[in-house]
């Protein structure tokens, strides 16, 4: 069987890689000066955080958020304001589908590029993170399959809103009312357990919980805890995200 | 007779209230050229998504080499190449690198598409392009590589919609060139244009579209001889309801009169001419009836909408 999404997938790392010098700043550069910023800056003033009964050195802490938020926004900018680009702008798609290649081909190599996009960057940083010695414990490496996991999640929730878009501006409420919250709600910068009640129940359902859930005891070398809860919470997303997304993209380009 | 090689039969499709496409049922033999014409809003476009398999007509069926779309696309594309409306060009590619991935997509190897790559670039005049980009390229030379990846595959069958529009006339007379090679190869066409010169040129057999239904065929000679008188005098100046209706109007077969010129639709324009001679200050046109008469008598002169 030929896989016929794979040439559209090449054909994106084949841009990829024409201008890889300034997308790895964006990518890369920029998550890890937030990290040395408010990790070492706010950290100062933080000290450490309380977990449970454990405490953990804020910048510990942080980079274990902080990697999932950037596979997050790696895999949502590639599959907003890329994609869109492709699909609407620039015609890609409309071009690859007079060549014998089906239209959820093109949607499934568009999720898996932006999926590869949050796992390139996520890897990079944990390059560094490692070298820094923020990161100690080869457990860290285990964060790998769920960092992906991170960025198959936000490339399917983001191609819903790619599917729906007139224009870039579509994507800012994406991004307001969506992608801020889950930011500020999933324990990246704070431990949840400081929220209100009702917030608190509502940030345990979003979806970079669970990856933050996951990757933050491996930065403290330990185990998760409900490994499978978390895992089945982010594929649930995935699943359905996808569903959605691939039927709003036949409805767009049925007409 | 060969087998058609692309068949639609009985073909509707509405948007909303508009009934776009209205029982269309047409066939296009091997090695034929089979032109497309209609005003904006005809049905053309349509026609060739649903040919495509990009649009699901209401009612009716596509057959291309014997097998159906859109249930066999993926088997029909192999063999097909298409040139749409709008160019989709990767601009981050050059013209090489254009041809090379959108080989890929047909599961071509590598080495394949690098022995077609050079013929191609030099089929449409090129060669010295091969590393520019799109943005780079004129309108013209961005028509002949959308023209030349439609080729990657050696397609039996050319779906090319609307390929000259806005060109220069320099840059047209290339692209028909190119399009005769094609079709002196023994490869066929299926082509929706908006230029009567183009469709005369080029098409050995024509389909004239309006309001989703076909309202002439056959091929364009006949189409002129079979629908208009042979020769046309345009009238400019003057009072044109006085030349239409006066005695000039027992000189020729038919007239019609658009703005301020008067069209004498006629079998010998000889005596018509001579009986102008009369009018000082009105100038006049004589030609033989074009495919444009023949257009504008079957579609009417109304600025459609969209236009």
Known sequence: MRLRFWPVFLRNFLVWRKMIIPSLIANIAEPLMWLVAFGYGLGALVGEVQLGAQKVPYIVFLASGSICMSAMNAATFEALYSAFSRMHVQKTWDGIMNAPVRLDDVLLAEMLWAAFKAIFTATAILFVMLALGIANSWKVLLAWPILLGVGITFSCLALIFNALAKGYDFFTYYFTLFLTPMMFLSGVFFPLDNLPEGVRWMATALPLTQAVSLVRPLFMDQWPEHVLVHIGILTAYAVAAWTIALHLTRKRFKQ | ?307
């Open chain 2, 1 to 307: 007779m060969n087998p058609a090689q692309l068949h639609c039969e009985h073909l509707s499709k509405r948007f909303g209230d508009n009934l776009v496409v209205d029982d269309l049922s047409f066939a296009l033999y091997p090695g034929e050229c089979l032109g497309v014409i209609g005003p904006n809003g005809a049905g053309k476009t349509t026609t060739f998504r649903i040919c495509l398999g990009l649009t699901a007509p209401d009612s009716g069926s596509v057959t291309i080499f014997g097998e159906d779309m859109p249930t066999q696309a993926l088997s029909i594309k192999s063999r097909l190449g298409v040139v749409s409306q709008f160019d989709s060009l990767d601009p981050d590619f050059s013209c090489a690198e254009n041809l090379l991935v959108y080989g890929r997509y047909f599961g071509m190897k590598r080495a394949n598409i690098n022995a077609r790559i050079p013929k191609l670039l030099e089929f449409a005049s090129l060669t010295h392009k091969a590393d520019a980009k799109p943005g780079e390229l004129s309108g013209g030379m961005k028509r002949r590589l959308s023209l030349a990846r439609a080729l990657i595959n050696d397609p039996l069958l050319l779906l090319l919609d609307e390929p000259t529009t806005g060109l220069d006339p320099q840059a047209r007379h290339l692209m028909w060139e190119r399009l005769q090679q094609l079709l002196q190869q023994g490869k066929s066409i299926l082509l929706t244009t908006h230029f009567m010169d183009e469709a005369e040129r080029l098409c050995d057999r024509l389909l004239v579209l309006d309001h989703g239904r076909m309202i002439a065929e056959g091929r364009p000679r006949d189409l002129i001889a079979q629908h208009l008188e042979p020769d046309v005098v345009e009238v400019y100046g003057g009072d044109t309801q006085a030349l239409a209706h006066g005695v000039l109007r027992a000189l020729a077969q038919r007239t019609e009169v658009s703005g301020d010129t008067v069209f004498f639709y006629t079998q010998t324009a000889q005596a018509l001419l001579q009986a102008l001679a009369a009018y000082p200050g009105v100038r006049s046109l004589h030609r033989p009836a074009n495919l444009e008469d023949l257009f504008l008598k079957l579609t009417g002169r109304q600025i459609r909408e969209g236009a």
